[in-house]
């Protein structure tokens, strides 16, 4: 399990094309996410804040920030309801 911006990421994953897929550690189910939604787990995976999140996924897809922060959000309680990631 790896810990970065006090979450723990409990899965496997590999990116395919553009989008992730991952394997949930818990119950062995896969998911497979878009390509905003790999680039916001990427930056999960890799430390980043939320609000470093939002402010890389805005510049790079040219999104509202608050649209990002919005799904974003949303995206973090997917993850921790299916069990890929826990608060650290």
């Known amino acids: 399990m790896k810990k ?7 899965s496997f994953w590999r990116k ?3 989008e992730a ?3 949930g ?7 497979s996410i878009n390509d905003i939604g790999t680039r916001m787990w ?3 995976n890799e430390g980043k804040t939320q ?3 939002i402010e890389v996924v805005s510049a790079e897809y040219d999104v509202d920030p608050s649209r ?5 959000g949303a995206f973090i309680r997917e993850l921790k309801k299916e069990k ?3 608060i650290g």
Do not use: A, P, Q
């Open 84 to 86: 890929l990631v826990n």
């Open 21 to 23: 897929v991952i394997l």
């Open 51 to 53: 609000k470093d999140i």
């Open 68 to 72: 990002v922060r919005k799904d974003l």
């Open 42 to 44: 990427e930056l999960l």
């Open 25 to 31: 550690m818990d119950d062995n189910s896969y998911y």
């Open 4 to 10: 970065n911006s006090g979450y723990n990421i409990n």
């Open 16 to 18: 395919v094309d553009d």
